[in-house]
């Protein structure tokens, strides 16, 4: 039988979670916008980000300095995980549901209601562009 370990506790409603192996740390966001830091050695969470709405997902750069948020009337957010400011990077997708970093930083949205696009964007300059199959 596995063994279990609780590291921590007292998040309310996760929708997902990010290791950064690098700062031996988790980074949590919840539905409600808040995104906590977990160190996996002392166990130790801190608030280290917030967005004001629900959210779908999001996903983290690869140092840790900035997570990407969706939600429904977020649009997508880029926020700050070290005390800068967030931005809004896009607005009025069809519940983006699933984000995510690629191998050369751009990041990807799914929509999950009709058109249910593919959207790419390029954070810096914010920039949008479709993608969508012939």
């Keep these: 039988m596995s063994t279990t370990t609780v590291i921590t506790q007292g998040f309310i409603r996760p929708v997902g979670l990010r290791v950064l192996p690098a700062a031996n740390q988790v980074i949590v966001a919840q539905r409600n916008g808040q995104l906590f830091a977990v160190d996996l050695t002392t166990a130790q969470s801190t608030q ?37 400011e967030n931005r809004r990077l896009v607005r009025g997708l069809a519940q983006p549901m699933g984000v995510t970093l690629d191998s050369e930083g751009m990041l990807l949205v799914a929509e999950g209601r009709a058109p249910g696009r593919l959207i790419s964007i390029n954070p810096n300059p914010v920039e949008a562009v479709l993608r969508h199959a012939g």
């Design 48 to 84: 280290v980000g917030a967005v004001s709405g629900r959210v779908n997902a999001f996903d983290v750069t690869p140092d840790g300095q900035i997570a990407y948020v969706s939600g429904n009337s977020l649009g997508v957010w880029e926020v700050s995980l070290n005390g800068g």
